[in-house]
């Protein structure tokens, strides 16, 4: 039942569209600072290969996980290695112990039912000392407080049925996600988000304000190290 929901909610070829969107910019940044050369990346959910298409040091082995089929052909069209695969919190991902230097998830455990298993996977498959860059939504960003404080929901589903699912079954917030990266073995070495909202359609916003106080940005972002 999961996988047909949810690949029902990700076969639309005009689903996602990453061109403008700040949580990718900050991302690239987190990753480009650092100027990762030689080295083996995967994108889990990496889409049609935005992201690791704008990673600026091109000496790099790229690969992904993606689910739609539409997706997996216009990243592979980009150079990306791509695995087709469903995550459903039993099956391991489909690569060597050990064999990545850094594993990009953005916008993923939101969706996975088992976060525990995912995150295992995750350091499994990263070298002793890889890094990990993941993002999801901050149930406690500002516009949702505001929500919440006035009665109405704060973007939370109630079923993947209803229209305009995304498909979330977690919810975090900095100190929650944080918690369980260090769970599973991850030291945190940045924390960011993208922007501030304040309308519900996205269009007031402030990503000054977010530097400032990212527990009210929109999107909880870390950048973290594997160890032993």
Request: with cysteine; proline share 2%.
């Amino acid at each position: 039942m999961k996988k047909n929901i949810y690949e029902n909610l990700y076969s639309a070829q005009d689903s996602l569209d990453l061109s403008h969107c700040q949580r990718l910019a900050i991302m690239l940044d987190m990753v480009n600072c650092r100027d990762f050369a030689n080295r083996k990346i995967l994108d889990i959910g990496c889409h049609d290969g935005a992201f690791l298409s704008r990673i600026k040091n091109r000496n790099n082995e790229f690969y992904g996980i993606e689910a739609a089929d539409f997706a997996v052909d216009k990243a592979r069209e980009k150079g990306i290695k791509v695995e087709k695969f469903f995550f459903d919190d039993t099956s391991a991902l489909p690569f060597a112990d050990g064999f990545f230097d850094l594993i990009v998830a953005g916008e993923i455990i939101e969706h996975i039912y088992d976060t525990d298993f995912f995150l295992s996977e995750i350091k499994r498959l990263l070298k002793i000392d890889g890094y990990l860059l993941i993002s999801t939504p901050n149930i406690a960003s500002l516009g949702r407080r505001l929500m919440l404080l006035l009665g109405f929901n704060p973007i939370i589903e109630v079923s993947p049925n209803e229209k305009g699912s995304c498909g979330h079954i977690r919810y975090f917030t900095f100190k929650t996600l944080r918690g369980i990266l260090e769970k599973h073995g991850f030291i945190l070495i940045a924390g960011r988000s993208d922007v501030v909202n304040f309308s519900g359609g996205g269009r007031l916003k402030s990503s000054f304000l977010a530097d400032i106080f990212p527990a009210l940005g929109q999107s909880v972002i870390y950048f973290c190290q594997r160890k032993a």
